[in-house]
């Protein structure tokens, strides 16, 4: 399962990547947004990061790690769909802001859980003389 899900992290790390300079073009040269309102669609939703991250330990306990894993992981692939509704003025900017935001919240989720399935399934291998983390 863990090549599984580092296969998918890095295709949904790669579409976002190869689909940044795309929008970055549409937003600032076709529907002119002034680079202020750029920053302030990318940066508000960053804000979405910390509230994922806050909400992925209760999300655990409640759901359980897998399904956690497995939905925020699938919505993380789904959101940037959204961004085929951006248009010019006002509701593009706020229809990105939600995406992007949207998006960022399923990785804030995402990422914590995943990153403790990795290290669960992989033997510890610290400096010589340290012993395991627990033991």
């Not at 689909?19 to 040269?29: G, M, Q, R, T, Y």
């Not at 947004?33 to 990061?49: E, I, K, N, S, T």
């Not at 894993?69 to 940037?80: A, E, H, I, K």
């Not at 248009?87 to 992007?100: F, M, Y």
């Amino acid at each position: 399962m863990l090549w599984r899900l580092f296969l998918n992290s890095v295709l949904v790390g790669g579409l976002i990547m190869a689909a940044s300079p795309v929008l970055a073009v549409l937003l600032l040269d076709t529907y002119h947004f002034p680079a202020w309102q750029y920053g302030l669609a990318f940066g508000v939703p960053a804000l979405g990061g910390f509230v994922g991250a806050r909400l992925s330990p209760r999300l655990v306990r409640h759901y359980g790690q897998y399904r956690v894993m497995t939905v925020s992981g699938w919505l993380r692939s789904l959101f940037p769909l959204g961004l085929v509704f951006v248009g010019p003025g006002l509701p593009g900017l706020l229809t990105v802001i939600v995406v992007e935001g949207l998006l960022i919240v399923c990785m804030g989720v995402f990422n914590p859980v995943y990153a403790t399935e990795r290290l669960r399934r992989t033997p510890w291998s610290g400096p010589p003389g340290c012993s395991a983390p627990g033991a």
